[in-house]
């Protein structure tokens, strides 16, 4: 089976336009790649089995999908100082001809200001902590190894199981503490 690999111009199903109200026809790359990083049994996935190569990969789509991300960012400066804009921010200087990033832009100055507002507002809300609690994954879980063993893999070359039975312990984790 030849595959072309991700396209700017690959439409989403019809099915699935008619099911949900949607603008958009045409898919992203995070989506492709998030499609193309599933295990399936009817195929043998290249790129899923294919250890090291697999991070790679991985890293390389990646920084595809933060240029494609960033991409955006530049011709439509005009609609996020906007935005900024209307929240009130008045000072001249972080208005200039700089390109300003949206707050979702994980790396940037105002994602990072953002999540130190919510910690405060937090710590306000709830007084300040009285205890840390760190999870740390650890690699002999059973999800993970029923999981890599019959494959012939190791849990560093599937990064993204270890990731989903890291949050699915953490969310647990969370339930229990709420609980």
């Known amino acids: 089976m030849e595959e072309d690999g991700y396209q700017e111009d690959i439409s989403i199903r019809e099915t699935y336009l008619k099911s949900k109200a949607r603008v958009r026809v045409r898919i992203f790359l995070r989506e492709f790649i998030a499609f193309r990083i599933q295990q399936r049994s009817s195929e043998f996935g290249n790129i899923v089995n294919a250890c090291q190569f697999f991070q790679q990969f991985l890293v390389d789509y990646y920084t595809?999908?933060?240029a494609q991300y960033l991409s955006f960012t530049r011709p439509n400066?005009?609609?996020?100082?906007?935005?900024?804009?209307?929240r009130g921010e008045t000072n001249p200087?972080?208005?200039g001809r700089r390109?300003?990033?949206p707050a979702s832009f994980t790396s940037g100055t105002r994602y990072m200001f953002n999540n130190c507002q919510d910690v405060m507002a937090i710590c306000k809300k709830f007084e300040y902590l009285d205890l840390v609690i760190t999870i740390t994954c650890n690699v002999n879980w059973s999800e993970i190894r029923d999981f890599v063993s019959p494959r012939s893999l190791s849990a560093s070359d599937k990064p993204?199981?270890?990731c989903r039975v890291f949050k699915m312990k953490l969310d647990q984790m969370m339930t229990d503490f709420k609980k």
Not at 77 to 86: E, G, T
């Open 64 to 66: 595809m999908i933060e």
């Open 99 to 101: 390109t300003v990033f």
């Open 93 to 95: 200087s972080s208005i």
């Open 160 to 162: 993204d199981i270890v």
């Open 77 to 86: 400066q005009k609609l996020i100082r906007y935005d900024i804009l209307k």
